[in-house]
C-alpha cells in the first residue's frame, strides 16, 4: 500500500508543470523576413508590386529614426531640460503616449519601420558630452521595467499597425552605464530573452549605434562589435541583426561577414550622389551576398528637389531612414530626436518627408 502511494505521488510530481518552464508568448500579428536583397512582412514583400519612376520600391523598408520613443532622464540635474512647454515639466509616460498616438498616421503615409533604442540618442540632435541618464540597463546590465513598459506599449502597437521596429541596443552616449563587458553582453542577452518571451516577430536589432563613435567598451566597437552581431544571432529568439557606423562610412568586412542586413547612416554626406557611391562601394565589401541595405539615419532634406539623398538610395535599391533634429532656435515642433518630441508630421520638414514619402510608396496621402 505504501509503495503505491508512493509511486502516485511520484507521477503526479512528474505530471505538474515545470516551476521553470517558459509561458507561452502572446500571438502576434506581424513578422519580418527577408529573403535576397527584400523585406518581407507576414510573407509578403514590402510594398509589394510598387514601382516609382521606373525604380524598383517592392522589398524597401522606408523608415524613420524615433529613437526617444522611451526616453527617460535619471540625472536629477539635467532632467529640467526636457521640459514640455505647456506644464513646465518632463514627463516619460505622456512622451510615449503622445509617440504611440502618432504612428497610425505615419503608418498611413508610406512608413513601415522606426528606429527606437534603448538608451536613445542625443536629445539634443547633437552633442559630445552627454551627462543625462537615459538607459534601460542598470549597471549589471540588467533591463529597468519602467523603460520595459514603455517599449511594450510600443511594440504592441507597431504589431498591430503592421510596422517593423529596429529596435537599438546600446548608444555611444550612455553605454558608459554599463559597467563592463560582461555587463555588455547580458544587457544583449536580456534584451532578446525579453523580446522572445513576449513574442515579438517584428523586431530588427541593431546592436548599437555608430559603432565607431566614441565608445567604451571595446567589444561595442569596429574591430569586435561582430561578436555581439553573433551572440544575438545565436539567440533562441532568432532575431535578424546588424549593427551601424557613423555617416558616410562603408561597414567593414567583419561586420558585412557577420550580419543580415547592412545599416548605412547618409550624416555628413552633402552631395546626393555619394549615397549611391555608397551603397555601391558597400556591396563591394569582401563577405557582401545578397541582402538588404538600409539607411536609417539621415540629416539631408531637400524634399522639393529633384536631388536629395532619400531619392539616391532609392535609385540604388536601398531603404532610407529620415533623422530629424530641432536645429538652433527652433521652436518644438521641429525635430523627431529632440526632447520634448512634438509626434506629430507638424513640420515643414516632416510634410515634405511624409508628402514625399507617400508618393514614392503610394501610400497614404500624395
Not at 508543470?17 to 535576397?36: D, F, L, N
Not at 503616449?97 to 538608451?119: S, Y
Not at 560582461?182 to 546592436?207: C, F, Q
Not at 530626436?337 to 520638414?349: A, D, E, L, T
Amino acid at each position: 500500500m505504501r509503495i503505491a502511494l508512493l509511486l502516485s505521488f511520484v507521477l503526479l510530481i512528474a505530471t505538474m508543470p515545470s516551476g521553470s518552464a517558459q509561458p507561452k508568448p502572446p500571438a502576434r500579428k506581424t513578422e519580418v523576413a527577408i529573403r535576397g536583397e527584400a523585406f518581407f512582412i507576414n510573407g509578403q514583400p514590402t510594398y509589394k508590386g510598387r514601382k516609382w519612376k521606373d525604380k524598383k520600391i517592392e522589398g524597401l523598408l522606408m523608415n524613420s529614426r524615433m529613437v526617444q520613443g522611451i526616453f527617460d532622464d535619471l540625472n536629477a540635474e539635467t532632467i529640467g531640460k526636457w521640459a514640455y512647454p505647456d506644464t513646465k515639466k518632463w514627463d516619460a509616460d505622456r512622451n510615449t503616449r503622445e509617440f504611440i498616438a502618432a504612428m497610425p498616421e505615419w503608418r498611413k503615409r508610406g512608413l513601415l519601420a522606426f528606429t527606437i533604442n534603448l538608451q536613445g540618442g542625443s536629445p539634443m540632435g547633437y552633442s559630445k558630452d552627454q551627462p543625462w541618464h537615459n538607459s534601460a540597463f542598470a549597471a549589471d546590465g540588467s533591463l529597468r521595467k519602467e523603460y520595459l513598459v514603455r517599449l511594450e506599449k510600443i511594440l504592441d502597437k507597431a504589431d498591430d499597425l503592421g510596422m517593423v521596429v529596429i529596435l537599438g541596443i546600446f548608444y555611444f552616449g550612455q553605454d558608459q552605464r554599463l559597467k563592463d563587458e560582461e555587463a555588455v553582453k547580458r544587457g544583449v542577452d536580456r534584451s532578446l530573452d525579453w523580446l522572445t518571451e513576449k513574442g515579438y516577430r517584428n523586431v530588427l536589432i541593431e546592436i548599437n549605434n555608430e559603432c565607431n563613435v566614441r565608445y567604451d567598451h571595446a567589444i561595442l566597437k569596429p574591430d569586435r562589435v561582430h561578436e555581439l552581431i553573433e551572440r544575438a544571432k545565436k539567440h533562441r529568439g532568432k532575431f535578424l541583426v546588424s549593427t551601424s557606423y557613423g555617416g558616410n562610412t562603408i561597414p567593414k568586412e567583419n561586420v558585412v561577414k557577420s550580419s543580415d542586413f547592412l545599416l548605412l547612416h547618409g550624416n555628413g554626406v552633402k552631395e546626393p550622389v555619394r549615397i549611391s557611391e555608397t551603397v555601391k562601394e558597400t556591396r563591394k565589401v569582401p563577405g557582401y551576398r545578397p541582402m538588404p541595405i538600409l539607411f536609417n539615419e539621415d540629416d539631408h532634406f531637400d524634399f522639393d528637389k529633384p536631388a536629395n539623398n532619400f531619392l539616391s538610395a532609392v535609385g540604388e535599391y536601398a531603404s532610407w531612414g529620415y533623422f530629424d533634429y530641432r536645429m538652433k532656435d527652433e521652436g518644438f515642433d521641429e525635430g523627431y530626436q529632440s526632447v520634448p518630441v512634438n509626434w506629430g508630421i507638424s513640420s515643414q520638414r516632416k510634410k515634405g518627408f511624409f508628402k514625399l514619402l507617400s508618393e514614392i510608396t503610394g501610400e497614404g496621402a500624395k
